[in-house]
């Protein structure tokens, strides 16, 4: 059975940092492009950051230079270090494939205000 267990979440204030934890289960995890995805209240569900089979990474412009998305093989994990934080970056923060998306795990809160 296929499941997505995010971790890792919660309250920070501006300019702090976080680490976000995806155990991926019921897959090949080490031939899959992995990726960390994020829905603001009101907002469609946005790609932030993608790390391919490989290990190279990319990353939507409002998060280069700030978050670093990396894998574990080894624990089928997938990790974003997420550093100075704003509130925008306020949303529930999910991992799943690249392509051909598996169903969507519960998420993690990240909140960022102070």
């Known amino acids: 059975q296929v499941h997505l267990v995010e971790s890792g979440g919660g309250l920070v204030q501006p300019g702090g940092s976080l680490r976000l934890s995806c155990a991926a289960s019921?897959?090949?995890?080490?031939?899959?492009?992995m990726g960390w995805y994020r829905q603001a209240p009101g907002q469609q569900r946005e790609l932030v950051a993608r790390?391919?089979?490989?290990?190279?990474?990319n990353y939507a412009d409002s998060v280069k230079g700030r978050f670093t998305i990396s894998r574990d093989n080894a624990k089928n994990t997938v990790y974003l270090q997420m550093n100075s934080l704003k509130p925008e970056d306020t949303a529930v923060y999910y991992c799943?494939?690249?392509?051909?998306?598996?169903?969507w795990g519960q998420g993690t809160q990240v909140t960022v205000s102070s």
């Open positions: 019921g897959i090949i995890f080490s031939m899959n492009a």
């Open positions: 799943n494939k690249v392509y051909n998306r598996l169903a």
């Open positions: 790390i391919t089979s490989g290990g190279s990474t």
